[in-house]
């Protein structure tokens, strides 16, 4: 198993819990959080024994703070240009790992932290949790993706208006408009994303791998094209031992037992 200076890693009952280990700064993301973070997920992508991944922050404060202030108030525009294709190249690996990657956030997820839990397949808030892009008040703007996959989450105009204001919400009202799938106390967070992950862990494995692709995938082609990109996968589908046993255990009124071939 792989020891990293600034993430936790641990597999149990076929999830991979990631945590971001820098309490004392909030688990703001610097150069080495993302390398570690590009190091871990590629190897939880080949680890065939993690089917969904929990990804969270260390202490009860904060998910993610956002990028390093302290990289980013030295950087020049070259690096800068550079630190943002370092960080959309990380959160590009994490939303298409080919599993499904759980955010548990379970305090401030601002900046580079909103934009990571965007990147993930879905998002569960504790009830203080603060989200947000604030970039604008540092004189930046979102460089990780979230300009992006903020208007097709909650909505151009939601979206620009967060991105504008750099005003933050509550996990409440992240939960309204869409920005996380469920609010819960911050107590059962944990439990409650271990929950979700054994609910999508008893489903086949292909067909959570190809349902990623053709949703991830068919969003970035016209409808058309995401149909046929749907058709083919689903075509896959049917040369798979899971959907002859998913199918069979259904007509013998019996639980499917998937092996993930
Ligand atoms: N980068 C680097 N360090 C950060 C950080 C970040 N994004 N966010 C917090 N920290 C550090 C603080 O500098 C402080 O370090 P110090 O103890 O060495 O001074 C430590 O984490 C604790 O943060 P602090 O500000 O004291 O906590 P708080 O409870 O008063 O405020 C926040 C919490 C999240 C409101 C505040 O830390 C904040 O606004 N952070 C920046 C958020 C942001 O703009 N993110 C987007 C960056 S693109």
Do not use: W
């Not at 009952?13 to 280990?21: L, R």
């Not at 030295?74 to 690996?93: C, H």
């Amino acid at each position: 198993m792989m020891v990293y200076n600034t993430l936790l890693f641990e597999r149990r009952n076929a999830i991979g819990y990631v945590t971001i280990n820098r309490p004392e700064k909030l688990n703001a993301l610097n150069r080495q959080v993302m390398e570690e973070l590009r190091a871990c997920f590629q190897s939880l992508r080949d680890d065939q024994d993690v089917r969904v991944v929990i990804l969270t922050g260390s202490g009860d404060k904060a998910f993610v703070a956002g990028a390093d202030i302290n990289e980013l108030a030295q950087q020049s525009a070259v690096e800068g240009r550079e630190t943002s294709r370092l960080g959309q190249q990380v959160f590009d690996l994490i939303e298409n790992l080919g599993k499904p990657v759980i955010a548990a956030i379970n305090g401030f997820a601002l900046g580079g932290g909103c934009e990571l839990a965007m990147a993930c397949t879905l998002r569960l808030a504790a009830d203080n949790a603060r989200l947000g892009q604030p970039e604008v008040k540092l004189g930046i703007i979102p460089g990780y993706g979230g300009s992006q996959r903020l208007p097709r989450l909650v909505g151009k105009g939601r979206a620009l208006e967060l991105i504008l204001t750099g005003e933050t919400l509550t996990g409440a009202e992240a939960h309204r408009i869409g920005l996380v799938n469920q609010l819960v106390p911050a107590a059962d967070l944990l439990a409650a994303a271990e929950k979700l992950a054994q609910k999508i862990i008893a489903n086949a494995p292909l067909a959570i791998k190809f349902a990623l692709q053709a949703v991830n995938h068919g969003l970035e082609m016209s409808a058309a094209q995401g149909q046929v990109l749907e058709s083919t996968l689903f075509g896959l589908c049917n040369s798979t031992a899971d959907m002859k046993e998913g199918t069979r255990a259904f007509l013998e009124k019996r639980p499917a037992r998937f092996a993930g071939n």
